[in-house]
C-alpha cells in the first residue's frame, strides 16, 4: 500500500459513496485527529513490528459527541432534509442534553450527561445495537469502482465483540504525515454535505471550530464611545463594567462586526448571553445603525459588507429572524 493508494482511496471515500448523514466525515476527522496525536516514534514501531493500533470504540463515540454537541447545541446546524428523522446521535444529544440553545461551553456540561450520552453513542452507533441504524465502521471501507461499491480493509480492521478498530500504522503514518490537507478536505466535503440543508452563515468555520475561539471585543468600547447607556436596560454605563454585545447571537453570526454589536451594562449582557433580545431592539438597532453611520466609520464599513441591493436593514431582519428559526431562544430584557 503505496500513499498514492492511500491518498486515492481516502478521496473516494470522502467525495463519493453514500452520502445519508454524516457519520463518515465525523469518523474521518477522528481517524485524522487520533493518528495526528500519535508520535512518530511510536508509529515507526509499530510498522517495524507489524503491529496495528487498537482503538477503542469509547473514544471514537466521545468524538462524535463533541464534534456534533457543538454543530446541535452551539451552532444549531441542521444534519438532513427531514429534522423529524435526525441521525441517531443527534437524537441522543437531544434526548441527555435537551432542546434549547445551551449557552455554556461543553466543557461546562454536567460530566453525569456527558458519561451518559457517550454511553448511548456508543452503543447505538457502533455497537451492536448498531446493526439496526448505522454501520458507520463497516461501511466507510466500502470503496465506490464503476458502478459497485468493494468493501476494502485499507486503514483498518475492526472487531465488534472486542468493540474496537485495528488502525494499520502504514494508515496512521500517512493520516499524520498529510493532516492538514487532509483534514482541509474533510472539512469542505462535510461542509459542502451541510450546506444543501443550512442557510447560516460561516459554515464552514463552525463546521471546522467546535471549540470556540473569541477575539477581544475591547477595541468596541472605543468606537461606540458616545454611547452612555446600556443599549437593553438603558441604565447609565459604569465604565469598568461596560459589555460589548453581539446583538444577533456570535454563535449564528460567528464574526465581531459593528452593525451587530452594542455596549450593554454587565447584567443584561450576561442575562442576554448567546439569545436574542425581543423584536423592538431589532428597530432599536436598525435605528442606530442608521443614525450612526456617517458619524462611526468603523459602523459605515460594516454596514456596507451587508449591504445587498434590498439594503442593510433588510440583511440584519433576515439575520434575526433565519437566528430564531434555527432555535436561538428569545430572552425579555427589561
Ligand atoms: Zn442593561
Redesign the pocket.
Given at each position: 500500500m503505496d500513499d498514492k493508494y492511500l491518498k486515492q482511496t481516502f478521496i473516494s471515500i470522502i467525495t463519493k459513496g453514500s452520502k445519508s448523514n454524516t457519520y463518515k466525515f465525523a469518523l474521518a476527522k477522528f481517524l485524522l485527529d487520533y493518528s495526528n496525536a500519535i508520535t512518530k516514534q511510536s508509529i515507526d514501531d509499530h510498522i517495524k513490528n507489524n503491529q496495528s493500533i487498537l482503538v477503542d470504540y469509547d473514544l471514537i463515540a466521545n468524538s462524535f459527541l463533541t464534534y456534533f454537541w457543538h454543530q446541535e447545541c452551539k451552532y444549531r446546524i441542521k444534519q438532513n432534509y427531514q429534522d423529524s428523522k435526525p441521525p441517531s446521535v443527534i437524537k441522543i444529544i437531544r434526548n441527555v442534553f435537551g432542546t434549547d440553545y445551551i449557552p455554556e461551553p461543553f466543557k461546562n456540561m454536567p460530566k453525569s450527561k456527558i458519561n451518559q450520552a457517550q454511553k448511548k453513542i456508543k452503543q447505538r452507533v457502533f455497537g451492536k445495537e448498531s446493526q439496526k441504524t448505522s454501520q458507520v465502521i463497516p461501511r466507510f471501507q466500502n470503496i465506490r469502482e464503476g458502478n459497485s461499491s468493494i468493501r476494502r480493509q485499507v486503514f483498518y480492521d475492526y472487531d465488534d465483540d472486542a468493540s474496537q478498530i485495528e488502525l494499520k500504522p502504514e494508515s496512521v503514518k500517512f493520516f499524520s504525515e498529510n493532516y492538514v490537507f487532509l483534514t482541509k478536505l474533510v472539512l469542505f466535503e462535510w461542509s459542502k454535505f451541510l450546506e444543501k440543508v443550512n442557510t447560516i452563515p460561516r459554515l464552514i468555520a463552525k463546521v471546522e471550530s467546535y471549540e470556540i475561539k473569541r477575539g477581544p471585543l475591547s477595541k468596541y468600547v472605543k468606537i461606540f464611545k458616545d454611547f452612555e447607556s446600556?443599549f437593553?436596560?438603558?441604565?447609565s454605563l459604569d465604565k469598568a463594567k461596560t459589555h460589548v454585545d453581539h446583538f444577533i447571537p456570535w454563535s449564528y453570526i460567528f464574526e465581531d462586526e459593528s452593525w451587530n454589536l452594542v455596549l450593554?451594562?454587565e447584567?443584561?449582557n450576561l442575562k442576554k448571553s448567546d439569545s436574542l433580545a425581543d423584536t423592538k431592539y431589532l428597530k432599536y438597532l436598525i435605528e442606530r445603525n442608521h443614525t450612526y453611520q456617517t458619524k462611526i466609520e468603523d459602523l459605515r464599513k460594516s454596514l456596507l459588507k451587508i449591504n445587498t441591493q434590498k439594503g442593510w436593514q433588510n440583511e440584519i431582519a433576515h439575520h434575526y429572524n433565519n437566528c430564531q428559526e434555527y432555535g436561538f431562544s428569545k430572552v425579555l430584557?427589561?
Amino acid at each position: 500500500m503505496d500513499d498514492k493508494y492511500l491518498k486515492q482511496t481516502f478521496i473516494s471515500i470522502i467525495t463519493k459513496g453514500s452520502k445519508s448523514n454524516t457519520y463518515k466525515f465525523a469518523l474521518a476527522k477522528f481517524l485524522l485527529d487520533y493518528s495526528n496525536a500519535i508520535t512518530k516514534q511510536s508509529i515507526d514501531d509499530h510498522i517495524k513490528n507489524n503491529q496495528s493500533i487498537l482503538v477503542d470504540y469509547d473514544l471514537i463515540a466521545n468524538s462524535f459527541l463533541t464534534y456534533f454537541w457543538h454543530q446541535e447545541c452551539k451552532y444549531r446546524i441542521k444534519q438532513n432534509y427531514q429534522d423529524s428523522k435526525p441521525p441517531s446521535v443527534i437524537k441522543i444529544i437531544r434526548n441527555v442534553f435537551g432542546t434549547d440553545y445551551i449557552p455554556e461551553p461543553f466543557k461546562n456540561m454536567p460530566k453525569s450527561k456527558i458519561n451518559q450520552a457517550q454511553k448511548k453513542i456508543k452503543q447505538r452507533v457502533f455497537g451492536k445495537e448498531s446493526q439496526k441504524t448505522s454501520q458507520v465502521i463497516p461501511r466507510f471501507q466500502n470503496i465506490r469502482e464503476g458502478n459497485s461499491s468493494i468493501r476494502r480493509q485499507v486503514f483498518y480492521d475492526y472487531d465488534d465483540d472486542a468493540s474496537q478498530i485495528e488502525l494499520k500504522p502504514e494508515s496512521v503514518k500517512f493520516f499524520s504525515e498529510n493532516y492538514v490537507f487532509l483534514t482541509k478536505l474533510v472539512l469542505f466535503e462535510w461542509s459542502k454535505f451541510l450546506e444543501k440543508v443550512n442557510t447560516i452563515p460561516r459554515l464552514i468555520a463552525k463546521v471546522e471550530s467546535y471549540e470556540i475561539k473569541r477575539g477581544p471585543l475591547s477595541k468596541y468600547v472605543k468606537i461606540f464611545k458616545d454611547f452612555e447607556s446600556c443599549f437593553y436596560c438603558n441604565g447609565s454605563l459604569d465604565k469598568a463594567k461596560t459589555h460589548v454585545d453581539h446583538f444577533i447571537p456570535w454563535s449564528y453570526i460567528f464574526e465581531d462586526e459593528s452593525w451587530n454589536l452594542v455596549l450593554s451594562c454587565e447584567k443584561c449582557n450576561l442575562k442576554k448571553s448567546d439569545s436574542l433580545a425581543d423584536t423592538k431592539y431589532l428597530k432599536y438597532l436598525i435605528e442606530r445603525n442608521h443614525t450612526y453611520q456617517t458619524k462611526i466609520e468603523d459602523l459605515r464599513k460594516s454596514l456596507l459588507k451587508i449591504n445587498t441591493q434590498k439594503g442593510w436593514q433588510n440583511e440584519i431582519a433576515h439575520h434575526y429572524n433565519n437566528c430564531q428559526e434555527y432555535g436561538f431562544s428569545k430572552v425579555l430584557l427589561s
